[in-house]
Nanobody
């Protein structure tokens, strides 16, 4: 079992930055792939980024490449999402999720454990 808690969301202006954190407790964190997803009102949950347990494999959605950076510190049981140059259309609840093994980092259905989410609002 893995328990996940997101933090770091808030209100930021267009072009601003935020760093989200996903803190995990429970089982051995370093064996889990962790993904960040977001969901805006009325829209489906979409993948943002993901990182393998060792950090060697990283995935980004095309829409965030070059602006977002995912990283992890297994000594702190935490995964981070640095978000730069934020846009109003990226306003959403951001979730982190974990899975022991998945063949598709971008598929939310493949993740077993989810946090409660943190709101990110980008004002225009």
């Amino acid at each position: 079992q893995v328990q996940l808690v997101e933090s770091g969301g808030g209100l930021v202006q267009t072009g601003g930055s935020l760093r989200l954190s996903c803190a995990a407790s429970g089982s051995t964190f370093s064996i889990y792939t962790v993904g960040w997803f977001r969901q805006a009102p009325g829209k489906e949950r979409e993948s943002v980024a993901a990182i393998s347990g060792t950090g060697r494999i990283i995935y980004y959605a095309d829409s965030v490449k070059g602006r977002f950076t995912i990283s992890r510190d297994n000594t702190k049981n935490t995964v981070y999402l640095q978000m730069n140059s934020l846009k109003p259309e990226e306003t959403a609840v951001y979730y982190c999720a974990a899975v022991y093994r998945t063949s598709n980092y971008a598929d939310p259905g493949g993740y077993d454990y989810w946090g409660q989410g943190t709101q990110v609002t980008v004002s225009s």
